[in-house]
Each structure stands twice: as structure tokens, then as C-alpha cells.
């Protein structure tokens, strides 16, 4: 069982046009950390996942779920 956390942060970034060093500060983490999460190279912390939400105003699993995102446009059955 694969241990992947997908999220959709760059997704709401480009929505709300906010740029990672923005979100990253409003978070209080480097510029970077929010690169790796984005890339699935990171899992947050429940604490940082959390406050990702709180930033965006959605629920956690809006952003962050363990089965992938289908793609936009993508019909689901």
C-alpha cells in the first residue's frame, strides 16, 4: 500500500491567484516546502494540512486525500 498524499494546493494557488512565497508566508514555512508539497514530494504535517485549509477555506479534503484527484473534465462514474 503506497503511503502518497495527492493534493490539489497549486490548483487553489492558481484559483486565488496567490504565489507560493504568499501562501508560504502566510503559513510561516520556506517558499520551497510548499514546491515539494505541491509536487508530492512532501506529506504535511496534520497541523500544516490543517492550516492549508483554514488559508483556502475549505475542508482538508478538499486539498489533501490518499486516492488521486481525477483531472478536470475528467467524468467520474
Known amino acids: 500500500m503506497s503511503e502518497n498524499v495527492y493534493n490539489r494546493i497549486a490548483l487553489l494557488r492558481a484559483e486565488r491567484n496567490v504565489t507560493r512565497r504568499q501562501l508560504s508566508d502566510a503559513l510561516g514555512v520556506h517558499y520551497q516546502t510548499i514546491g515539494y508539497l505541491e509536487r508530492g514530494e512532501y506529506s504535511p504535517s496534520l ?21 488521486p484527484f481525477p483531472r478536470i473534465g475528467e467524468r467520474t462514474a
Open 47 to 67: 497541523y500544516l494540512a490543517l492550516r492549508i485549509a483554514e488559508y483556502f477555506e475549505v475542508p482538508v479534503e478538499v486539498v489533501f486525500s490518499t486516492t
